[in-house]
Every structure is written in structure tokens, then in C-alpha cells.
């Protein structure tokens, strides 16, 4: 197969020397706190919660990564992190807990291999995203994997990328499902074929956070040759017009807000009109695609019959693709979280077994394309033998989350323990034969921000908290019947809180719910759309009806009391 993909280069020293140069003007006060903060944000170096400790956020453009970069991650978080990555809904990685006298060592190995920090956080434009099974899927009108790419390189280090009112985040989906979640950007681009000709639908001024904003369709249809103007205009319009005196009021969105659909599009038309009048080049399409062609089909190595859990695994977790004799294989991280060891292990696996590649998905788990339909016995025994064989992808098992109270200042509650809590109770006996855990999208944020996407799941929560009797309780916000689908995006509604350590068994029950009360032919969606909040209310009986005990004092997975520790953020700086 293929040992050494070619894979394109973002990285540029220049980029590391200017980090080390502001960071030794800190420390020698000829600069102040704010000015470098704002400045290392741009360099993908976020403060955490605790005191002197940072987290990287290396930004990986459509999620792809080849041997050669998992192993330098993998290193990286073994020597200056906690010896594992956490992959994020934009398809990057964060290291967290890391020294500020050891970043700029890591950074220069991320440029060995060609990957960069740069404007993964801060008021820039943020990675771009696409769907994972961009070239290999079969409902796709195209790869967008090329025009995506053209597009990181036209914004990477932009003169106006890194001074935005706020952050801009960009997604690319091959299909109408718009899997890549489009209608929640600041821009999305859906792949259409109109004509003969290869063009984008254009979504804009999406978002989600505290008040989430369903993007208006911009542009039924844009040939792909004018994809660079759109997003030039675009962008030039926020840095014109979204507001600098209140960070909490300066996304997209509320430009949208502000100026009404009809005021947006003409403010759209006139800075495009400036773009056009610039003749500005079309972008340029890579000459070397990051979608390597197929790889020569070999004979399988390794097994070739089942072993225990395969089948379980394979119904699952292997996708056909457009190409006939391949599959695309999801690896479900637990968490979004991949050890050292897992990365090194999957550096020697990608070769034997696709295209020498893998891809980030935005629910925080791998895919991996171009595998031999004849190897995937072979496969499956290889994962299973690192860890990375677990069934269950793509169901209410699979549970999103973002950092929460772990590390992230804005956090109220510890996201990441509810959401493992969620998925050990429903691998119980009680749940496993729900018709709801196939298809049901749980996503949990740790504060109102949706950094953990809640307003889009068919279940989200976001934590919050609840005074009683003078005690305070972790508790978490109950949305129902969210999601993005090729009518673009829809909000799930509030329903009900529920005590911290009480949320796993309110999921159990909802789960149930949706078995005895769903339609013929219902989907998860549909159901979680459409039923009364009384009747979920009801439901959960006891579990919103009694007042609080100990240990519900204490947040999922912690044994001491619950405060709210609320610091400055840096995700609106």
C-alpha cells in the first residue's frame, strides 16, 4: 500500500520564530498580558483552567492525517502533554497541560511534518472542516476535499484572518444530508452538480453557542471557480461590520441579526461586487490532492475469518464506498481520546491496511478509507488488539462532548464524566435491545456555549447549576430533537434539568420513552422532534420530581462538593 502519502505541508518556521520572539518580549514586559494573549490565542496556545498550563490545538485541514504526523503527535503528547490527544468536533487535536517553556519545542516538531497551531484558536478563521468520506462516499455529488483545501490556503495566514471580530468557521459537505454541518457555520459549502457543472450550494452566518442562529442559504448555486470570491466576500464583510466593543455579540450571526437576511445580502453584493472588481484570481486547485487514488489491491494479510466481535463491529462500523473492493472503516474513540501508544499503533496499521491515511470526524472518532473489503477480518483483529475495536459508532453509545470543568474556564460542570457515565449505562442488559440506541445522537457541553453541540443532538444537555436549601447542585439542561438535515438546521427545545448524577438513568429512560410511544417507522429524530415535553417530564418521574440528596451534591465522577468556578475564557478573546 501506501507507506508515504503525500500529504501537503501548513506549517511555516516563520510562524514559531515570531511565537518565540512575542513570548521573550512578554517576559521582558515590553508587552503587556492582553496583547500576548491575544497573540499566542492566534498561535493555537489556549490557557486553561489551571495556572500556567496550556493546551495546543494543532489544526488538522479536513481532518487528515498521514503515519508520519500521528506518530510526531503521539510523541509530542508523551513528552510535554498526558501521553494522549483529544480529537475535537473541527477535526483538530488538543494537547492539554503543557508548559509554556516547552511549547515552543513541540511546535517545531508539529513542523517537521507540516502540521501548524496557526489560527486554530482566536478571532480568525478556524480550521476547516469537511465530511470524512469526502471521495469515497456514494451519495456525494463530488470530492470536496481539493476546493476545501484551496480554501485553508487561501485563508491560512490571511492579512485579515487574524484580526476578525470573532471567530469564523468554515465546512465543506459532500451531499445534501450536509454532514459536515453546514447550516451551523459561518459558511458551509454543500457539493452540487448543476448542468453539468460542479458547484456549491453556500450556507452563511450560521452558529450555535448561547443563542444558535440557523445559517440562511446564501447562494443555491455558485460554480466551484467562484468559491474564493464568495468566501473572500464574506469574510470582508464580518471584518467590516461584526462588532469589536462586545465580544458576545460579535459572531456572524449576529451581523445577520442585526442587519436583517435582506440588509445581509446587500452588504454580501457589495463587497462582492468589490471582489469581482478586483478580478481575483479563481482559487488554485492542489496538484496533489490530499486524496491520494486508490491504492493497488493486494491480497489480505493477517486473518481472514472473524474473530469474537466482529460481526457486531463490521455491521457497524464498515461503510461501502463509491469504489468497488474498498470500505471505510470508523474507529469510535470513547471521548475523542487516542493514547500515544494508539496513534503510534495505527501509524503501522495505516499502510498494511488503506491509502496510508486516516480522517478526524467531527463526532470525534477516525475513519479509514480505501480498505480491502478482503482484509477487514484482518483489520478488525489488528484494532481489537490496540483498543480501537469497539462496536457501537454512530449510536446513543457514541457520546459527544467538549472539555468541560476538566480543563475549560467556562465550564460549570464536568461534561466528560456525565457523557462516560451515559455510555457505560447503556451498555446495561435493560437498554441494550432499545430500537432507540441505533440512531439516537447524544451531545453533552459542559456550560450553555455548545462547544459540545447540544442544540443539534436528538438529546443534548448542557450543564448548569441549582441552588436548593442553600446547597448548590451540578445539574444539566435537557434539549430534545435537534439536528442538521438537508433542510438545513433545527434547535433542540428546552425541557426540563436534571440533577448531575441523575442524567445517565434520565437517558435510559428517554431511550425507553421513544420504544413505547414512538410511530411506525419513527426515527429517533422524529420522535424526539415532535414529543410533548409534559410526556417527557413525566417519564423521568422521580428523577426530576425529587428534590436532591447527597451525594448529588457532587458532580458526575467527583467525590468532594460542587462549586461553580467560572474564569475568564479565552474561546471570546
Known amino acids: 500500500m501506501n507507506e508515504q502519502p503525500f500529504l501537503p505541508r501548513f506549517s511555516n518556521p516563520r510562524d514559531i520564530d515570531e511565537f518565540v520572539e512575542r513570548l521573550e518580549a512578554f517576559e521582558r514586559g515590553e508587552i503587556d498580558s ?111 476535499t481539493p476546493y476545501a483545501e484551496a480554501l485553508v490556503r487561501h485563508f491560512l495566514r490571511h492579512p485579515l484572518s487574524s484580526s476578525l471580530p470573532r471567530k469564523f468557521k468554515i465546512a465543506f459537505s459532500g451531499c445534501d444530508s450536509d454532514c459536515a454541518y453546514g447550516a451551523i457555520h459561518d459558511l458551509g459549502f454543500i457539493a452540487k452538480v448543476q448542468d453539468g457543472q460542479r458547484g456549491f450550494k453556500v450556507y452563511a452566518a450560521g452558529g450555535l453557542s448561547t443563542t444558535p442562529e440557523a445559517a440562511i442559504t446564501l447562494h443555491p448555486f455558485v460554480p466551484a471557480a467562484e468559491l474564493g470570491r464568495v468566501g473572500e466576500a464574506i469574510v470582508r464583510l464580518f471584518h467590516a461590520l461584526g462588532k469589536r466593543d462586545n ?49 493497488p489491491v493486494e491480497a ?48 503501522d496499521l495505516l499502510p498494511r491496511f488503506g491509502d496510508g491515511t486516516l480522517r478526524l470526524t467531527i463526532d470525534q472518532n477516525l475513519l479509514l478509507p480505501w480498505v480491502d473489503r478482503r482484509s477487514l477480518p484482518a483489520l478488525h483483529a489488528a484494532l481489537r488488539e490496540i483498543g480501537l475495536a469497539q462496536a457501537g459508532i454512530h449510536t446513543a453509545q457514541d457520546v459527544t462532548s467538549c472539555p468541560g470543568a476538566e480543563t475549560c474556564n467556562l465550564a460549570v460542570t464536568s461534561s466528560r464524566n456525565v457523557a462516560r457515565a451515559i455510555s457505560e449505562r447503556l451498555e446495561r442488559s435493560d437498554v441494550a435491545s432499545s430500537a432507540a440506541l441505533a440512531g439516537t445522537t447524544i451531545k453533552i457541553s459542559g456550560c450553555p456555549n455548545s462547544c459540545g453541540q447540544h442544540h443539534i443532538a436528538d438529546i443534548g444537555w448542557h450543564g448548569a447549576a441549582k441552588t436548593v436549601n442553600g446547597k448548590t447542585f451540578p445539574m444539566y439542561q435537557l434539549h430534545l430533537g435537534g439536528g442538521v438535515d438537508p433542510e438545513g438546521a433545527r434547535f433542540g427545545r428546552q425541557v426540563v434539568k436534571v440533577v448531575a448524577r441523575r442524567v445517565p438513568e434520565a437517558v435510559a429512560l428517554l431511550l425507553a420513552l421513544f420504544d ?55 474561546c471570546a478573546a
Open 247 to 295: 465580544k458576545a455579540r460579535a459572531r456572524m450571526k449576529y451581523v445577520l441579526r442585526r442587519l436583517g437576511e435582506d440588509g445581509f445580502r446587500a452588504a454580501y453584493a457589495e463587497q462582492r461586487a468589490a471582489v469581482d472588481a478586483e478580478a481575483m484570481a479563481e482559487l488554485k486547485l492542489p496538484e496533489n490532492p490530499v486524496n491520494p487514488p486508490a491504492p
Open 34 to 144: 492582553e496583547k500576548f494573549r491575544m497573540f499566542r490565542l492566534l498561535r493555537g496556545v489556549y490557557g486553561q483552567r489551571q495556572a500556567d498550563e496550556q493546551m495546543l490545538r494543532v489544526k488538522i485541514p479536513m481532518g487528515i492525517l498521514g503515519p508520519a504526523q500521528l506518530r510526531v503527535v503521539a510523541d509530542v503528547a508523551d513528552q510535554y502533554s498526558r501521553g494522549f490527544g483529544h480529537v475535537t468536533t473541527r477535526q483538530n487535536i488538543q494537547l492539554h497541560f503543557v508548559k509554556m517553556t516547552e511549547v515552543e519545542t513541540a511546535l517545531r516538531r508539529f513542523d517537521d511534518v507540516g502540521l501548524t497551531t496557526r489560527e486554530a484558536c482566536g478571532n480568525s478563521v478556524r480550521n476547516v472542516t469537511a465530511c470524512e468520506l469526502a471521495g469515497v462516499c456514494a451519495g456525494a455529488a463530488f470530492d470536496v
Open 300 to 347: 489480505p494479510t493477517g486473518p481472514t475469518t472473524s474473530g469474537s466481535g466482529y460481526l457486531a463491529w463490521r455491521s457497524g462500523s464498515v461503510v461501502d464506498q463509491r469504489q468497488d473492493g474498498y470500505a471505510a472503516v470508523y474507529v469510535r474513540l470513547m471521548l475523542g481520546d487516542i493514547t500515544s501508544a494508539q496513534m503510534r499503533a495505527l501509524a
Open 516 to 570: 413505547r410511544e414512538r410511530q411506525a417507522d419513527e426515527t429517533p429524530a422524529d420522535f424526539y422532534r415532535r414529543v410533548d415535553p409534559k410526556i417527557v417530564v413525566a417519564a423521568l418521574g422521580d428523577l426530576v420530581a425529587a428534590a436532591p440528596e447527597m451525594p448529588e451534591a457532587h458532580d458526575v465522577g467527583i467525590d468532594h462538593g460542587f462549586e461553580v468556578a467560572i474564569g475568564a475564557g479565552e
